[in-house]
């Protein structure tokens, strides 16, 4: 079955160091790809996705996620984390053909040590 | 600018009685989706619709039911609620042509 994993369910990081959460993909062929982001008590908001091209995609807010298709990892990094990050994660893909629907991971819970 | 929105933002309710949770984008996207937030399953997919008149089941539509009489509209009933129900409910939408999903600010559903 198609599925998104997020391996990480909390992670914690000191300000100013760089972070990386993964999200791991099974499907054959290449989705689409996405990080959303979803502050306390807030809805979601699109950091950056992939469609095709370049595989190094730019996003809001300094982050930035690699597609590597040898991995199906699609993994978010940002190279300085601000105390302002502290949030949910959440890696999504959307697999083609005629139902096109958005496949969450469980999420990734970030914190940010002063 | 254009948006969706979602009411109630907060709603307790009691086992059986029936709720309904509304959900209007302005813009004038064709498909519209319902999910639910649960800790250590993120979102996953109730219902959605590609257009009026239009609905379809997610992976756990069990218990709750859609329905689209007009484009900009798709309300999320529950028939008889549960404390199973007790949630997060997120409704989206998203062009046709586009795979970007906006989201809704979210309802936060309590079940007694």
């Known amino acids: 079955a198609q599925s998104v994993t997020q391996p990480d369910i909390h992670i914690t990081v000191s300000e100013g160091a760089s972070l990386e959460l993964r999200c791991n993909y099974s499907?054959?062929?290449?989705?689409?790809l996405f990080w959303y982001v979803q502050s306390p008590g807030q809805g979601l908001q699109l950091l950056l996705k992939y469609f095709s091209g370049d595989t190094l995609v730019q996003g809001i807010k300094g982050f930035e996620a690699e597609f590597k298709r040898s991995q199906s990892s699609f993994n978010l990094r940002k190279p300085s984390v601000h105390w302002s990050d502290a949030a949910e994660y959440f890696c999504a893909v959307v697999y083609g053909g005629a139902t096109n629907k958005l496949i969450f991971g469980t999420g990734t819970l970030l914190a940010v040590q002063p | 600018d254009a948006e969706i929105t979602q009411s109630p933002r907060h709603k307790i309710t009691e086992t059986g009685r029936q709720v309904t949770l509304a959900c209007h984008q302005t813009w004038n996207h064709n498909n519209m989706f319902w999910y639910r937030q649960d800790l250590g399953h993120g979102l996953r997919l109730i219902h959605y619709s590609y257009g009026v008149h239009d609905t379809n089941k997610g992976e756990v539509s069990d218990g709750y039911s859609v329905s689209r009489s007009n484009t900009e509209d798709l309300p999320l009933t529950l028939e008889s609620a549960a404390s199973s129900q007790t949630s997060v409910y997120f409704c989206?939408?998203?062009?046709?042509?586009?795979?970007?999903?906006?989201f809704g600010p979210g309802t936060r559903l309590t079940v007694l």
């Open positions: 989206a939408s998203r062009d046709s042509g586009g795979n970007e999903q906006f």
């Open positions: 499907y054959g062929a290449t989705p689409y």
